[in-house]
């Protein structure tokens, strides 16, 4: 028993060392915060986390197959943009039309109420979806390089984040915003259950911020079952040893399209999220960028090997949690908040540097060589 | 580690000369599409826009305004070479530029002296780049990662998050404003860097050995090549040429913003991408990283002086890469498909003999 807890230890020792990394971080903050461990900070740090969590969920999947998505932070933004279209909320629903090339198309008007929103939501994750599916089929059918399939594949959906939102605007719903960016008491009086939030078992929960309840809600009931399935299994399969996996008659093209669709609804996830919560879309290039190299850094850090086929999305969370921390510290300490990247570029370097440590004890070089 | 794959995807030369000089061309066209649309495109649009296009003033901005891309696309392509990605291209303009005006602004050196200093300190960290990803053998995407967000941090710190400004010399200035026989000057950089890259990675031993680590480390180690040294000299020629680049987008800019920011990256990544499906597909080279630039550079002039809006500019990208890299997978495979299967006498031992041997060790 002992033994096997042991070995469990060593197998997850870079999910270890992030969970106790992010701890220790997070209650330095708590402690040097002058209203540390309260509902509302905690509620605030949520709402900062979540779409940087769900972005390295996403590039987890591919980057288990070995194979890396830039596309993701390109996905959260277009997902974000078609959100500040769809879940405005307005009543009589919103009129969509399209211009281009000279022509004006009107599409309709999308519904409103809380029908035309959870229609919006599941349009919105589904275009996220549907994203990671081109990706997927780009590399599997295609016969591309991931890296270079999504560098291009990004490219063209920042295009048509642009054109949806050339300029920062559009509007979400005054209500979903407030349900899904507070906590879950909040959410459960906008929606006007559980006595508005007020029923006796309902309270122990009340304080959860709702994305801390919305992250281990997908963990759960995505991320899990699909780590357990056999598409799950090839997936880590595929990225420690793709020609093993292939004589082992594993689905290696399914575990491959199915790894780089789920990084594209995590995306989705993530981008409906910052549009909710910003309450609006903006195509902002430097964003997606910085969101999709931060979510490579969440992996590493997380302790998931860029070589693929060990980690899990579990450790990414707590690694997008330690970067988005270590900015926390900025505002409380007086450091300049300048220097921030450069903190978030040492403390990677760290990371992979920790778990390079393995190649002093390599006697023939030739052992380096994959 | 490796971060890029290389396979090689051009024609061999005796199975050129096997094939008649019809089949030959349509073996070569795809091997040269690339170069062979950029001209379709500029006639094309020559055609559709007499009066914008083709014009004297338009190949200057385009000149003009893409050589730095191609600089930072050629810095990219020689770690590439060796199967390494350095990011560090796009974060390090950020820095050198900044740096280069405010060596001379903020403490008064001889522009010389700056640049001198600038692609120093660029060759420096191109160095310890070197060192991360083969000495400690971090995988090169996120060492350069690392590298390049210090360097962007220390950029934004060192510019307190302002622009830097100040009167710079005319010769500093000249160094992006000259021209010679009415070309802008910078696009004599790139086809004088070009030029030399060319011949190091085609023509001499170095490029094979580069060319070799790339495409497997471990038979060119066991080779003999000296892996580790020639990794970190890529990732110091790479540093040494964003230096470069950077000294030019000062000289250009005239003001040192941290602003500039990532947009030099991406599109000197596609550039790069983009070339390793021409001229020697399967494997970035220096020639296709030039001719991925002017193609994107030429496509999107075209679309912009059509009234395109801004937003064409990543889509054709984006499209482009995907559509080159597509093609020129599809007729690798095609040629593999239709390549009769080596019948003959000789053919049949050759296996069995190699599963002798199989069984033998």
Redesign the interface.
Known sequence: MLNDLAIRLRQNVGLATAVLLFAALYLLYNLAHPKGFSPAVLVQNGDEIFALAMLAMAQTVPVLTSG?DLSVGAVMTMVGCFASYLLTGAAGGTPLHLDVLGLHLGLGTFPDGVGGILLGTIVCLAIGTLAGFINGC?VVY????P???T??????????A??LR?TPGGKIDEDLNWAMTNSLGDFASTLHIFDDGAAGWFAPFAWIPVPFALLVLIALVVWVPFRRSVLGRAVYAVGSAEGAAYMSGLPIERAKMAAFTLAGFFAGCGGLFLAIQTSSGN?D??QA??YT?NS??SV?IGGTS??GGTGSAIGSIFGAMILRVISFFFRIFDI?P?????????I??AA??I??LG?LRVRN??E??? | ?????SNALEPTRPELAALSPGRAVLRLLPVYGLPVLTVLLIVFFSLVLPDTFPTWLNARSILADKSIVALLALAATLPMMAGR?D?TVGFGIVMWHILAISFQVKYGMPWPLAILLVVACAGLVGLINGV?VE?????A???T??????L???A??HT??RQVIGTLPPGFLAINSASLFGIPIPAFYVLGLALLLWIVSERLPIGRFIYAIGAN??AA??NGIPVRAYVIGVFIASGLITGLAGCVLGAKLRIGQA?V??DF??PA??GA?LGSTTIKPGRVNVWGSVFGILILAVGISGIQLFGG???????????T??VA??LA?FAQ?RRTVVKPPPAGPQAAPAPSESAKAANAT
């Open positions: 890396l780009v295609g016969r591309i390089q890296i270079i399939a560098l291009a594949t990004g490219a063209v959906y920042i295009g048509i642009l054109f050339p195509a290039i430097p960028g910085a190299l490579i850094a590493v860029l070589l300049a300048l220097l921030q990247p450069l903190f978030e570029g040492l990677l370097l992979v540097s778990g390079a190649v070089t030739l380096l060589f994959r | 580690m490796q971060s890029i794959k990605i990011l991360l000495v400690a053998q971090v995988d995407f996120v060492a990662l690392g590298t390049g967000t210090i962007y941090a220390l934004l710190w307190d998050g480390e471990k180690a066991l602003n920011g990532l990256l991406l990544l596609v991408f809006a801004f937003f064409v500019e990543p889509l054709f990208n984006g499209t890469l995907v890299i597509a997978a495979r």
